[in-house]
């Protein structure tokens, strides 16, 4: 009896223990294991054109239009009982044209559904839905160029280039001016553009969401990456 008892009571010590470590590891399991790191910010790929493919880069003037591989998101900081993690959100419901005059950027109009944003847990995605964006009265992010921007130098197919932009960045209904750094390369019969913009939630409105157990941080970043091509 003495015996099953100390067999009993190990059994016991030994669940308790183990159910502890597990309360403290799960974020850095669910950071490390589960998820996985957060995916890098969108970078455009310069690829050289395919012998006997490309546009001439001396005149990229006209429409272009958003489409492809193109996607749009955002990126915050979360902390989840005490072990920070990266959140990543996207959706490929990305439209939007570009105006070119020469070397010069005159207009651009970027749209995404918001509502088609997804992350890794479908929970976190009704959330950012409902109770944060409150998508069914506001579906849509906007961005829209304010002042024109002239790239330094004519591309050349395959370089990358970087270009600081002003625009209109409009969330939940709310519309602040921002700047956003961006990248662009030309190859082919296209090109893409890729960017990210800081923005601080209190600015459109956003509370930053605090459940106890997991809290976002007070800014974060909106990045995208858009494929394009003359309309």
């Known amino acids: 009896m003495q015996k099953r008892t100390i067999v009993w009571v190990s059994v016991v010590a030994g669940a308790l223990l183990l159910g502890g470590t597990v309360a403290v590891a ?14 890098p910010a969108p970078t455009v790929q310069a690829t050289a054109p395919a012998v006997g493919s490309g546009m001439s880069v001396d005149d990229l003037s006209g429409t272009w239009k958003v489409g ?3 996607f749009a998101g955002y990126r915050v900081d979360e902390v989840l009982n005490g072990t ?13 044209t570009l105006e070119v005059d020469g070397l010069t950027l005159t207009g651009a109009e970027i749209a995404v559904d918001v509502a088609s944003i997804t992350t890794d847990q479908p929970n976190r995605d009704a959330f950012f839905r409902d109770s944060t964006m409150h998508v069914s009265s506001f579906p849509t992010a906007t961005f829209q160029l304010t002042e024109p921007v002239t790239a330094s130098s004519s591309p050349t197919n395959g ?8 625009g209109e960045l409009t969330l939940r ?50 990045e995208f990456l858009l494929d394009i091509s003359p309309a």
């Open 26 to 39: 799960g974020p850095l399991v669910y950071r490390d294991l589960i998820v996985g790191p957060a995916d």
């Open 68 to 70: 492809g591989e193109s």
């Open 84 to 96: 920070d993690v990266t959140v990543v959100g996207r959706t490929s419901e990305v439209s939007g």
């Open 159 to 166: 370089e990358v280039q970087t270009v600081t932009v002003a």
């Open 173 to 222: 209904g709310e519309t602040r001016p921002v700047t956003a750094e961006l990248q662009a390369v030309f190859s082919g019969d296209g090109g893409q553009v890729s960017g990210s913009i800081p923005i601080a939630f209190a600015d459109f409105g956003i509370e930053a969401p605090n459940l106890g157990f997991v809290s976002v941080g007070n800014a974060g970043s909106i």
